[in-house]
C-alpha cells in the first residue's frame, strides 16, 4: 500500500502568501508558487464573486498575462505579493434570463390581484349585497374570470419551463425555482375560489 505523506509533501511545496484587493475588499490567499494563474482567477471568483472572463490582475502597476497556463512564479508574484483585481461582481439580475423571470413573476402577481377582487366579489355576492335578479349572471362572470386566471397561470408556468438558465447561473436558476412557487400558490387559491364559485352557483339553482 501506497503511504502518502500530506505533511510532507506541503512542506516540500512552496506556498505564497498574497494579498488581493477589489474595491473596499481585502483577501488574503495562501497558494502553491506553481499555482496556475487561470486557477487563481478561478479562486478569486469564488471569493470575489467578479467572474473570470471579468478580471483583471494588477500587479505593480502592470496587468498580470492573462495567459491562465502560466504560474505565479512566471507572472512574477511571489510571497507577500499585493495584487489589485478589476472587474465588475457577477449581477445575475442583468441577464436576460433573470429579467424574463422578473417579467413573468410580474404577470403572476397582476393574476393575484384580479383574484383577490374576485374573491372581494364572491364575498359581497354571499353576504347578499346584489339584487337577486343579477345573481346568476354575476356568478357566470366570476367562474369565466377565475378560469381565465388559471388560463393565464398555466401560459406563465410553461413559459418559465422555456427560459434558458446555464448550469453555472445559480442565482438565476434559484429565482426560476422560487417564482414557479409562487404561482403554482397563486394558482392553487384560484383553483380554491373556483370550486367556492360552483358550490354557490349550485345553491342559488336550488
Not at 24 to 37: A, Q
Not at 61 to 86: C, F, H, P, R, Y
Not at 106 to 132: F, I, N, P, R, S
Not at 174 to 203: G, P, Q, S, W
Request: aromatic content about 4%; overall charge positive; glycine content about 4%.
Amino acid at each position: 500500500m501506497l503511504n502518502v505523506n500530506f505533511q510532507n509533501i506541503k512542506k516540500s511545496m512552496k506556498m505564497l502568501h498574497i494579498n488581493v484587493k477589489h474595491m473596499t475588499k481585502s483577501f488574503d490567499l495562501e497558494v502553491d508558487e506553481n499555482m496556475l494563474i487561470g486557477d487563481l482567477m478561478m479562486q478569486l471568483a469564488t471569493v470575489s464573486g467578479v467572474p473570470v472572463n471579468a478580471q483583471k490582475l494588477i500587479y505593480k502597476g502592470k496587468q498580470i498575462s492573462a495567459d491562465v497556463e502560466s504560474t505565479l512564479i512566471q507572472a512574477g508574484l511571489s510571497n507577500g505579493s499585493k495584487v489589485m483585481l478589476l472587474g465588475k461582481k457577477y449581477d445575475p439580475t442583468q441577464e436576460a434570463a433573470y429579467k424574463d423571470i422578473v417579467n413573468l413573476e410580474t404577470k403572476g402577481l397582476l393574476v393575484e390581484t384580479k383574484y383577490l377582487k374576485l374573491c372581494q366579489e364572491m364575498e359581497d355576492l354571499e353576504k347578499g349585497w346584489l339584487a337577486k335578479e343579477h345573481v346568476p349572471q354575476a356568478v357566470s362572470s366570476l367562474e369565466k374570470r377565475a378560469n381565465s386566471n388559471n388560463e393565464e397561470l398555466h401560459k406563465i408556468l410553461a413559459n418559465l419551463d422555456t427560459v434558458t438558465v446555464e448550469g453555472n447561473q445559480t442565482e438565476i436558476r434559484n429565482k426560476r425555482k422560487v417564482t414557479a412557487t409562487k404561482v403554482n400558490l397563486i394558482m392553487d387559491k384560484n383553483d380554491e375560489f373556483l370550486e367556492r364559485v360552483r358550490e354557490f352557483k349550485k345553491k342559488i339553482q336550488k
